[in-house]
């Protein structure tokens, strides 16, 4: 079975309600669901093809993520965020994300990067064929796996909770655009500079890749001068 079929098979999830948290998700980082709309739970099942009970437990989950809030008796509403709270937390995420590549470059052996390149492989895919929710839940997937090489779950849990409220509002613009697979390949080449060991070049690529969030995925320039902070 391959990424390129329906997400709710091709996914390694353990049950519908996580199926459907992931499927909503990436539809609200996508920008797929609007801000402020009320969605009917019923309505979002049958999109998905499945009862509203997952859905139902899946948006209690989503709203604990602060990505939606529930309406009584008729729904949830995806949450707004502005430019602050963006802003916010593409800085938390250099923070965290940038360094924790300089640490798998510096890794000798070698992490066993060759698990997820299959996964920036399918993302350049995503990219090109403009599926947009397929490419952002693949995204962090991907991300989420190399920081899970560093052996530190509270890292990943860290960062998985900053990509989840990342709101990417221009990324369907960018369906099947040369900018969004260009930087899709950014997966292949990180991968790259991670195997030779390049430090500063893994970082620097990695800071590009999540200016992305706030810049050519959320319709901002990106030549605002923000880089990663120097933890090491």
Do not use: C
Not at 160 to 183: D, F, I, M, N, W
Request: proline fraction near 6%.
């Amino acid at each position: 079975m391959t990424r390129s079929e329906p997400l709710f098979e091709s996914l390694p999830r353990r049950n519908l309600r996580d199926e459907a948290a992931a499927q909503l998700r990436g539809r609200i980082i996508a920008g797929s669901l609007t801000p402020g709309v009320i969605y009917s739970m019923s309505a979002i099942a049958a999109q998905l093809g499945v009862s509203a009970t997952p859905v139902r437990e899946a948006v209690l989950e989503l709203a604990k993520e602060e990505l939606v809030e529930m309406v009584q008796n008729r729904g949830f509403r995806v949450r707004v965020a502005t430019g602050k709270d963006l802003d916010d937390i593409v800085e938390i995420r250099l923070t965290l994300e940038v360094p924790a590549m300089g640490r798998l470059a510096d890794l000798r052996p070698e992490p066993e990067l060759e698990k997820v390149r299959p996964m920036a492989d399918e993302l350049v895919e995503h990219a090109a064929n403009g599926d947009m929710v397929a490419f952002v839940v693949l995204d962090s997937e991907f991300h989420l796996s190399l920081t899970a090489l560093l052996g530190n779950p509270r890292y990943v849990e860290l960062v998985r909770v900053l990509r989840y409220q990342t709101r990417l509002s221009a990324l369907p613009k960018l369906r099947g655009a040369a900018p969004l697979v260009e930087s899709a390949r950014e997966h292949v080449r990180l991968l790259d500079l991670l195997a030779a060991g390049d430090r500063p070049g893994a970082e620097a690529l990695m800071t590009t890749h999540v200016n992305h969030a706030r810049g050519l995925w959320a319709g901002r320039p990106e030549d605002d001068g923000r880089t990663a902070p120097d933890v090491r």
